[in-house]
T-cell receptor, first 117, second 111 residues
Framework: DAGVIQSPRHEVTEMGQEVTLRCKPI?????LFWYRQTMMRGLELLIY????????DSGMPEDRFSAKMPNASFSTLKIQPSEPRDSAVYFC???????????????FGPGTRLTVT | GQQLNQSPQSMFIQEGEDVSMNCTSS?????WLWYKQDPGEGPVLLIA?????ELTSNGRLTAQFGITRKDSFLNISASIPSDVGIYFC???????????FGTGTSLTVIP
């Protein structure tokens, strides 16, 4: 079975540019999560969706960050404009919300390593 | 912010030795997950725990959900070089859908 797919795997951009990260969750999963990982702060939840609807975006750093989930198989995380402090690894994860207690098990993608210069 | 304290922060062990690590919190959690992350990859789910006192194994890995519901433990028996990586715990509270992640335990296995 295909796992969570993220693209690109690496992104290097200049400060001020727009960055779009993409995620395809596992088929049949109806919850999707965006995380950011840095050495200083570890894994931080940015936003999560249930059935394509954003539920909690309190972890989104500021208005420069936005996320969308237009359908069950695709989500984007956009940073506009990007800043050097946004450099981090961004992970997407999905979980099967309607499978009893297993509904909370999150499966992570390989991540996108973002470097903003 | 982080609500889970994971220890030890790092471990250096000889191949064949057993490993123990734990995750503690001042809050009660209803679900505990343990993940392993290899360099350049995303965390991979190892074990999920749903009930206080529950003991679950996955090969050489055994994890326990603490009785107080404020902690969890992961043991690895007879370590091998491919066990190298960073191990994270994650806890889910009664309300909401947000997991809180520990700071990670970095494991190095010396052949």
């Amino acid at each position: 079975d295909a796992g969570v797919i993220q693209s690109p795997r690496h992104e290097v951009t200049e400060m001020g540019q727009e960055v779009t990260l993409r995620c395809k969750p596992i088929s049949g999963h109806n919850s999707l999560f965006w995380y950011r990982q840095t050495m200083m702060r570890g894994l931080e939840l940015l936003i999560y969706f249930n059935n394509n609807v954003p539920i909690d975006d309190s972890g989104m750093p500021e208005d420069r960050f936005s996320a969308k989930m237009p359908n069950a198989s695709f989500s984007t995380l956009k940073i506009q404009p990007s800043e050097p402090r946004d450099s981090a690894v961004y992970f997407c994860a999905s979980s099967p919300r309607d499978r009893g207690r297993h509904s909370y098990e999150q499966y992570f993608g390989p991540g996108t390593r973002l470097t903003v210069t | 912010g982080q609500q889970l304290n994971q220890s030890p922060q790092s471990m250096f062990i000889q191949e064949g030795e057993d490993v123990s690590m734990n995750c503690t919190s001042s809050s009660i959690f209803n679900t505990w997950l343990w993940y392993k992350q290899d360099p350049g990859e995303g965390p991979v789910l190892l074990i999920a725990l749903y009930k206080a006192g529950e003991l679950t194994s996955n090969g050489r890995l055994t994890a326990q959900f603490g009785i107080t519901r404020k902690d969890s433990f992961l043991n690895i028996s007879a370590s091998i070089p491919s066990d190298v990586g960073i191990y994270f715990c994650a806890g889910l509270k009664n309300t909401g859908n947000q997991f809180y992640f520990g700071t990670g335990t970095s494991l190095t296995v010396i052949p």
